[in-house]
């Protein structure tokens, strides 16, 4: 007799429960409020950030020349804000679509002296700086602070791998003959790597420079820092 009552208590609870809180459940389900980003823990890293864009750390140094035979390094852009990104000249699949981001990049900030950017090869058996000088004429380059770059193949591999972890790399069955990351690097004036977070609080390290948002991104962003 007691377990009976028991039971019918329980059942009890549990109806009037579900009169109250089902509807309220819906309801959320319905506004999308079941789960929000906000709520979710956030991953934590060691960058530090200034409140507005994180700094990853220092961009790794490098050395090469560019399409008029005359070295550049890191130091070359010491005190200017630019835009790294690794490709090559006969590419057909994603380069042409990263040179057309990186034109709307210049073109935005064309006739800035803090502002370069900065192309890099991964086919340096041909790309030559007579051949990197001719495509950039020829995708329609105008800014003097847009070097393309070459140099020895391993020191470029090992500068994209290991320097700024995007992937670079040689494969035949690949369009073209090679691989590589379609992300561009926003370095700051003081040579460190820098980047805006996620709706999550992460941040996103490096711009799709295949994707509309991700161009408007990295100009707010270079904004931002030539402001700074």
């Not at 090559?88 to 006739?111: D, H, R, V, W, Y």
């Not at 420079?209 to 707010?220: E, M, S, T």
């Amino acid at each position: 007799m007691f377990k009976n009552k028991a039971y019918i208590g329980i059942s009890f609870v549990i109806l009037v429960f579900g009169i109250y809180a089902i509807p309220k459940i819906i309801s959320r389900i319905q506004n999308g409020d079941v789960v929000k980003g906000g709520r979710l823990d956030k991953v934590e890293t060691t960058a530090s950030t200034d409140g507005k864009l994180v700094k990853i750390g220092p961009a790794p140094k490098f050395e090469l020349v560019n399409q008029d035979n005359v070295k550049i390094t890191n130091e070359t852009y010491k005190g200017k804000v630019y835009v790294l990104e690794f490709f090559f000249s006969t590419c057909p699949s994603i380069c042409p679509k990263m040179n057309q981001s990186m034109l709307l990049i210049e073109k935005k900030f064309f006739g800035s002296p803090n502002f370069g950017i900065a192309a890099i090869t991964i086919d340096p058996a041909n790309d030559t700086p007579a051949v990197l000088k001719e495509h950039a004429k020829l995708i329609g380059v105008t800014s003097s602070n847009w070097h393309f770059l070459t140099g020895d193949k391993d020191y470029i591999y090992d500068l994209a791998n290991k320097g700024f972890n995007l992937y670079a790399g040689e494969n035949n069955k690949a369009s073209g003959g090679f691989e590589h990351s379609g992300f561009f690097a926003l370095i700051d004036k003081d040579g460190n790597i820098r980047c805006r977070r996620d709706d999550f609080g992460n941040p996103i390290l490096y711009y799709d420079g295949l994707d509309k948002k991700g161009v408007r991104d990295i100009q707010q962003d270079i904004s931002i820092l030539l402001k700074e």
